[in-house]
């Protein structure tokens, strides 16, 4: 595998974030829960998008957030979802591969109603964020978009659990699983986030218990929520026993990865001031893929990743401001 293509082919919503400072009293006007997430029409996002405040706009996206960090790594990575061609889709191609990430999947045709997918995440004062996307045009991924000389030229699948819920894209990953395993290759898989997993955890359990999953990334609540475990040494013990490597994030505790029978913990690493959490998991997961592909012990994996989250959440946005080469000394 070594001799491979891509160290990463990720597969995963593509869409743009906007990020917005806003009042808990805004989220209260439109009954937006702190720290939710909610799926919006494209109709509902254009009202929400209007009574927002002024934004910042970064192409986002939980997979392709870890392979910008990776690629920032000095990996070899490449992207697999769907855009529309319209001016989100063009921003989004364009901020992906000028960071180094291969992106050749064909826009669709531009639609009203189906237009790039947008994230528009407002960040309250205590840095959390309130997440509202209308995924549009990612959720048109099918399995014909695929490439399998991709897929099997890349070490390392890794699958988004935000697009595992529809019918098209899952379907999509599902060849995509087939093609990596036909090739040898390793298949990660992230659960994304806690409010999904109600709703597709008979999937994603199928999934891990049929053997598909070498790689796990998750957070403590997610693990309990998966497993039904509310002790998170339980649940990451029942994850351990279906998966080679599950690692479990701990916020400002840190993260453990429990690989052949043996867990591993580290810290997180301070910071002055939590800004925006936003993609703290997806740099996470790239700075313990970046230093996994390069077969590094799985504590060091473990401390890539807490430098890596730790960078992003100390400004606004998903993707890497510093110099994650020199942060991290891989």
């Known amino acids: 595998m070594s001799q491979s293509r891509f160290d990463i082919v990720a597969m995963g ?9 806003a009042t808990p009293e805004f989220l209260r006007q439109h009954c937006l829960p702190v720290g939710s997430m909610q799926l919006l029409t494209p109709l509902e996002a254009d009202h929400l998008y209007a009574s927002m405040g002024v934004a910042e706009e970064h192409s986002g996206g939980s ?7 990776v690629a920032s790594l000095g990996g070899k990575v490449a992207f697999i979802g769907q855009v529309a061609d319209d001016q989100f889709g063009t921003i989004f191609r364009h901020d992906l591969t000028a960071l180094g990430v291969h992106f050749d999947t064909p826009a669709l045709e531009a639609n009203a109603d189906c237009p ?7 960040v309250t004062p205590d840095g959390q964020r309130t997440m509202n996307t209308a995924p549009g045009a990612s959720h048109e991924l099918v399995a014909g978009a ?5 897929v099997k030229a890349s ?33 990660a898989f992230t659960l994304s986030e806690s409010v999904i997993i109600s709703e597709r955890r008979d999937r994603f359990t199928r999934l891990i218990e049929e053997g598909g999953i070498d790689l796990l990334f998750c957070n403590d609540h997610e693990a309990k929520l998966l497993t039904g475990h509310d002790d998170v040494l339980a649940a990451e013990a029942a994850l351990a026993a279906k998966v080679k490597t599950a690692v479990v994030t701990h916020g400002a505790a840190g993260a453990s990865a429990n690989r052949d029978g043996t867990r591993v913990m580290v810290p997180a690493v301070p910071i002055d001031e939590v ?9 996470f997961a790239a700075g313990f893929l970046a230093a996994y592909t390069r077969d590094k012990p799985i504590e060091k994996c473990l401390e890539t990743g807490a430098i890596c989250a730790a960078e992003v959440i100390s400004h606004y946005g998903a993707r890497p401001e510093a110099d994650l080469k020199e942060l991290t000394e891989l």
């Open 116 to 122: 790039t997918g947008r994230c528009l995440i407002l």
């Open 63 to 69: 997979a392709a957030n870890s392979m910008a960090g």
């Open 13 to 21: 919503d593509a869409i743009v974030d906007v990020i917005a400072p």
């Open 146 to 150: 695929v490439s399998e000389e991709l």
């Open 155 to 187: 070490r390392i699948l890794y699958l988004e659990g935000y697009l595992f819920g529809p019918d098209k894209p899952r379907a999509a990953m599902m060849e995509a699983r087939k093609m990596a395993h036909a090739a040898g290759n390793e298949t």
């Open 275 to 283: 800004v925006d959490t936003t993609g703290a998991g997806d740099l």
